[in-house]
């Protein structure tokens, strides 16, 4: 076992060490598998509580998959620990008390670190509240068993203790905004650990409440200090307790003062789930009422407050108000809840309350679980048997109390039994009599008929005996049904003991016994001649006569539908004795019979001639009874179209086979099928409701079982599209079709492209979403897709140019139609051919003649969907945003799934207007995001081949490739080898002026070896593209590829004569350099300068940066005067003049640190030439030699020098100009100016 714990402590010891993430989660997942497997102590679990301190310290890393991984281990080992722990034995509750003592140790860890995830903490959460109660219960078992485990379980609920209020911490502050760990989900789930905690810090001895009915998951008396005993805890103390359950409720209360004080903004969510929290602690714990009722009050009070109302948060505590004022123990509040109650208009509901809490009150232990529900079924009646059992008593009290019909005056009722509450109290076998005999009683005797009769013959009282004696209850016939329906279900019919109930299933119930037959039967008889025309009657000499009527036409026709409707209204004795399908099949059978379809309603011969036929009225009978329950009878108008198509297949395959020649399309045969198809729908569509879920699959289903999808269910699906609740069934409509029916793939997916580029934003978004998501994936689908894309975002160009394109668009298709043409009438010569060649093969002969009416109808169902999608109206200007995004978006979602789609993009962006250039440079952003997590490099590869007017797209997408996806990057995000693609796409492309431009987001990514070579063209770019790049390079977050000293060094070392204007260029980026402060401090000018003077070849712009340097930063003179050192000993007058030039500038400037220089350092030629550039420099040199020497004495000079200083040309002058002045005059001239008189100062 010592081997088994080092080992776990040494893999841990290497997590906390591990440099990824994923190093850490591969060493811990050894851990859980010693743990969970190897360990050798067994339920002790020595092995995980060996290394509880390192857990702790691991749960601290910022690994937010480690930490949830050490939470769930420690929560498994729990519960497993906790459940052995019911042995009572000193070791297992040993183990569980120090593993739960881990655990909320973990939790209370990852509380407290403000770095832990939103995820992390609500699990943490979660499982301090699952093992709550477990770790009370362990915690009493060990108070109970030995003084040996005192100490763990001492440890345990500690750490318990801690957890909680830390929790209660977090419920005091409200939720922040965003996914933090201090979160909405965080909050409401430390809220629901309080609640907890007070239920169990509490005593429920007094818990006579009524169940919640929004938390009838609750379990009041689950666990609760009613489970300590007298006064043998040391641990578990009671009273310490009840005041920890009244401080953590305290915490809860103030949070609804809070924010009834409006201190504490809550969002309605969270302010619910208090209210109704806290009003269900006030009903199961009654002793906290007092705390919990003014808080309440109080926030009702401030949400009726004009300015703060909220009629939600009123009805809310208006709820909770009314349950717990029919408590007892709110009766001292009972005048101020009464008063809010009926301020909201709630009087009558609080006078109830009232009332309710003065009756005896229930005792409620505990909320039934679904495990003791399941229990309690077992063995109970089933539903058919307890109908079964009430019928028999039914009836056998009915034969005690029998009606006898064949009295016409039935006793008079009592006037207090035919009123409501009579009725309501009379049993059901009496509520029948009186119905029965009230019938009974007002019916009419009708007037006799000519014909007499006295007696019915036997045979004929027999037949009348036989059909009431099969007359059978309702309720036995449901019974039946249900217990049919029941054991339908295979699951049910493998159960032994529903195979017994079963074998007993309840016989069908009679309506009328032995002796009610009888006298029904006489009552019938005697009433016999109210038979208007009697088929059967007996002449005075008791013979039988039978009157027929005569057979006709209108006669079989009228007994034909009458047959019909019987069996259509004949649907609840057929549904019970399960022959639906027999039922429909006849009925469509019968509707499709040549003889009703030929006939109108009045048995008419209906005109074939018409072009316009109508619905035949039989299938309007039929159709509209299924209108009339359709979610019940849609399988009968599905069946009747379907025997329809199948009619007019045989009809045009039989005109066929006897005409002898194949029909062109056979479309007139269809048109019955077209009629029925388009009535039915059509009136389904206007009684159905859009909105509900059930109609809309309904709808979609019966739309699938066509046989086939004529143009008018495709223009009534089109319709629905007019509303905005009918935009979801249409999609759906049109995107099953796509996928399932080959036949009209083509025009449905014409019909949702068109609502992709449609002008509402609603329907636009929903087609898209169909289309990228769930038919672009579609092989046979995605080139049609994106032809129609790609044709969208050509329409954005200029008008001259998408004219043109349009034209060649049209001779292709003119010249594609004419091909079609051709093939047309080749294809109907050589079909005929065939049909000759080929007249003895029926076979072939019917599938031909098939295929041709398929092939009318797929024509028909084209041109229609081409006429909807010819509504897009491409040839409108795109001068508004809301033109371009409607032609744009569907190309964007086809980007996001297949990003070589790009290219067409970036083409058509090159020849577009500026107003359609603004819109797709913002709406391919989100676009470019999305690409950019799939990988940068593929996006890079889309851009090759762009026009020069598409410089700036490109240029955006490459910005937004480049920026930093988390603050925690680094500033160069840009990865190596995006780098290098965007450096490929620059050197295919050198030849589209300033394209160097695409380099500009990714520069401080590029090494100094290769961007150095690149700073003439960067340097050639315009002003502003020019100040951007260099403030990329500039600006860049450290580490820097290229440090700000290495590009103003490079800067330098421009060759000057690559062009005329290249020193003006450089001369401006030095500057732009120099401006950048923060990249460029006096150090590091400093810096840069000394380089400068000691390079081998001095750079021509070197001075000119160090007057630049000096000029910015005055502090630095006495640095310059060391560095013009450096220059003298350099000879610098025997370089270029420019570098000449520029040393005397630099030293007037910086004088007087300059002096001590120029009369000690500087040969006499070269002073006398400075002198003679900068005449006023002679006075100040002369005064400075007066004063400079040791206390103020002059300074020891040679004569050469000494004769200099005393030209009387300088000797005459009075004036003394001012120090600034000469610093004024170098700032404006430029020792390259001088130099270079053509080149002006920059």
């Known amino acids: 076992m010592e081997g088994a714990e080092r080992e776990v402590a040494a893999l841990l010891e290497k997590v906390q060490g591990a440099s990824s993430n994923a190093e850490q989660m591969d060493l811990f997942r050894h851990v859980q598998e010693i743990v969970t497997h190897r360990d050798p102590s067994g339920p002790e679990r020595r092995v995980l509580r060996s290394v509880f301190p390192l857990l702790g310290q691991l749960a601290q890393l910022q690994n937010t998959t480690l930490v949830a991984s050490i939470l769930q281990l420690v929560a498994q080992e729990a519960a497993a620990a906790s459940a052995t722990a019911n042995t009572a034995s000193s070791e297992a509750v040993g183990a569980a008390s120090a593993i739960l003592a881990g655990l909320y140790e973990v939790c209370h860890t990852v509380l407290l670190l403000s770095y832990s995830t939103e995820k992390n903490v609500v699990l943490a959460l979660q499982l301090a509240l699952s093992n709550l109660h477990s770790s009370f219960q362990i915690v009493l078992r060990a108070e109970s068993i030995d003084s040996r485990v005192d100490m ?38 430390a809220w629901k650990l309080l609640e907890s905690g007070v239920m169990l810090f509490s005593t429920a001895q007094d818990a006579s409440v009524y169940r919640d009915p929004m938390r009838s998951n609750v379990q009041p008396n689950a666990c609760s200090l009613d489970r300590l005993s007298g006064g043998n805890q040391t641990i578990l103390v009671k009273t310490q307790l009840e005041e920890f359950g009244v401080f953590l409720l305290q915490r809860l209360c103030g949070v609804v003062g809070a924010a009834a004080e409006s201190k504490v903004t809550l969002a309605r969510r969270e302010m619910s789930v208090a209210i109704n929290s806290v009003s269900l602690l006030a009903a199961a714990r009654p002793q906290h009422m007092p705390h919990i009722l003014p808080g309440l009050i109080s926030l009702s009070n401030a949400v009726a407050t004009p300015g703060r109302e909220d009629a939600v948060m009123q009805k809310t505590l208006t709820a909770n108000l009314v349950k717990l004022l029919s408590h007892p123990a709110a009766q001292p509040f009972a005048d101020e809840v009464t008063d809010i109650l009926i301020a909201v208009g709630a009087s009558q509901r609080a006078f109830a309350a009232i009332s309710k809490s003065k009756e005896q009150r229930r005792r409620y232990t505990n909320a039934p679980t679904e495990a003791s529900l399941r229990r309690a079924r077992i063995g109970k009646r089933t539903a058919a048997q307890s109908i079964t059992e009430r019928v028999e008593n039914a009836n056998a009290h009915a034969k005690r109390r029998r009606v006898n019909l064949s009295e016409s005056s039935a006793a008079p009722m009592s006037r207090e039994k035919v009123t409501h509450d009579g009725i309501v109290n009379m049993q059901a076998v009496e509520v029948a009599n009186l119905v029965l005999e009230s019938f009974a009683s007002d019916m009419p005797t009708p007037a006799p008929s000519n014909l007499q009769l006295e007696l019915v013959p036997s045979a004929l009282k027999t037949r009348m005996s036989a059909l009431l004696a099969k007359l059978a209850t309702p309720s036995s016939a449901l019974a039946i049904e249900k217990s049919a329906k029941r054991m339908r279900d295979p699951r049910l019919r493998r159960d032994p003991k529903l195979q017994t109930q079963n074998k007993e299933q309840p016989a069908l119930v009679p309506i009328f016994d032995d002796s009610a037959v009888e006298e029904v039967s006489d009552w019938i008889s005697k009433n016999a001649a109210t038979i208007a025309e009697p088929l059967v009657s007996v002449s005075e000499d008791n013979v039988v006569q039978v009157h027929l009527k005569a057979e006709t036409a209108a006669w079989q026709h009228e007994m034909a539908i009458d047959a019909l409707v019987r069996i259509l209204e004949n649907e609840y004795g057929v549904k019970i004795r399960g022959d639906e399908a027999l039922r429909e099949g006849i009925v469509c059978r019968l509707a499709s019979s040549p003889w009703l379809l030929s006939t109108d309603e009045k048995n008419k011969p209906v005109s074939q001639s018409d072009v316009s036929p109508k619905l035949p009225f039989v299938y309007q009978k039929i159709l509209d009874f299924v209108l009339g329950d359709y979610s019940v009878r849609s399988t009968l108008a599905t069946n009747v179209l379907c025997q329809e198509y199948i009619r007019a297949t045989a009809s045009q395959l039989s005109r066929a086979t006897d005409e002898g020649i194949v029909p062109p399309g056979g479309a007139a045969d269809y048109q019955i099928y077209r009629i029925s198809a388009n009535y039915f729908f059509g009136a389904l569509q206007k009684k159905m409701n859009l909105s509900s879920s059930a109609d809309k699959k ?54 949702l492209l068109r609502f992709t580029c449609h002008e509402d934003e609603h329907y636009r978004n929903s087609a898209i979403r169909c289309v990228a998501n769930q038919l672009y994936g579609i092989g046979a689908l995605k080139s049609d897709i994106e032809g129609f894309a790609i044709k969208l975002v050509n329409s954005l160009r200029e008008p001259v140019q998408v004219n043109d394109l349009n034209a060649t668009e049209k001779d292709e298709e003119m010249s594609e139609a004419v091909d079609g043409a051709e093939n047309g009438e080749s294809t109907h010569i050589r079909d005929a051919s065939e049909a000759v060649e080929l007249e003895n093969n029926w076979l072939k002969n019917q599938v031909q003649r098939i295929t041709l009416a398929e092939v009318d109808s797929n024509h028909e169902l084209q041109a229609y969907a081409e006429e909807v999608q010819g509504e897009a109206e491409l040839s409108k200007p795109s001068d508004n945003e809301t033109e371009i995004l409607r032609r744009l978006e569907l190309y964007l979602a086809l980007c996001a799934k297949k990003p070589s789609l790009l290219t067409h993009m970036v083409a058509s962006y090159a020849y577009a207007s500026e107003t359609v250039r603004q819109v797709v440079f913002r709406a391919i952003e989100k676009l470019i995001k999305h690409l950019k997590q799939r990988g940068s490099v593929n996006v890079v590869a889309q851009l090759h081949g762009y026009e020069p007017n598409a410089l700036g797209l490109v240029c955006h997408i490459i910005q937004i490739l480049s920026l930093r996806g988390r603050p925690n990057e680094p500033s160069t995000s840009a990865t190596d080898e995006l780098v290098q693609q965007i450096l490929e796409l620059y050197r295919s492309h050198e030849h589209i002026p300033d394209s160097i431009s695409v380099l500009i987001p990714v520069l401080p990514s590029i090494r100094g070896d290769v961007l150095f070579p690149l700073l003439p063209h960067l340097l050639s770019l315009p002003p502003a593209r020019l100040s951007v790049a260099m403030t990329r390079l500039l600006e860049a977050m450290p580490p820097q590829v290229v440090a700000p000293i290495d590009l103003l060094v490079a800067l330098h070392h421009v060759d000057l004569k690559s062009e005329p204007s290249m020193q003006k260029k450089v001369i401006n980026a030095i500057n732009i350099c120099v401006e950048h402060r923060h990249a460029f401090p006096s150090d590091v000018l400093l810096h840069v300068c000394r380089v400068l003077v000691q390079e081998e070849r001095i750079s021509k712009l070197s001075l000119r940066t160090l007057i630049l340097s000096v000029t910015a930063y005055p502090t630095l003179q006495k640095d310059m005067a060391s560095l013009l050192n450096i220059l003298i000993e350099r000879r610098v007058w025997e370089m270029e003049d420019a570098l000449w030039k520029g040393f005397v500038k630099c030293s007037a400037l910086i004088q007087p640190a300059s002096f001590p220089l120029l009369l000690h350092k500087l040969p006499v030629p070269q002073l006398d030439l400075l002198l003679t550039e900068e005449k006023e420099l002679r006075v100040l040199l002369r005064e400075f030699a007066f004063t400079a020497g040791p206390d103020g004495q002059p300074l020891d000079l040679p004569s050469e020098i000494n004769a200099l200083l005393e030209d009387p040309q300088e000797v005459k002058l009075e004036g003394v100009p001012d120090i600034e002045e000469p610093e004024m005059k170098v700032e404006k001239t430029d020792p390259v100016d001088v130099d270079d008189g053509a080149q002006p100062s920059n």
């Open 698 to 751: 309904l709808f979609g289903s019966l739309v699938a079982q066509l046989p086939r999808i004529p143009v008018e269910i495709l223009r009534l699906v089109t319709s629905l599209f007019s509303e905005k609740s009918g935009i979801v069934l249409g999609i759906t409509l049109l995107r099953d079709l796509c996928k399932e029916r080959k036949a009209c793939q083509m025009p449905c997916l014409l019909l």
């Open 152 to 189: 763990e379980a001492k440890s345990c609920w500690g750490a318990t203790v801690r957890c909680v209020e830390a929790t209660a911490d977090v419920v005091a502050n409200p939720p922040e905004t965003g996914d933090n760990n201090r979160s909405v989900m965080v909050w409401l789930r």
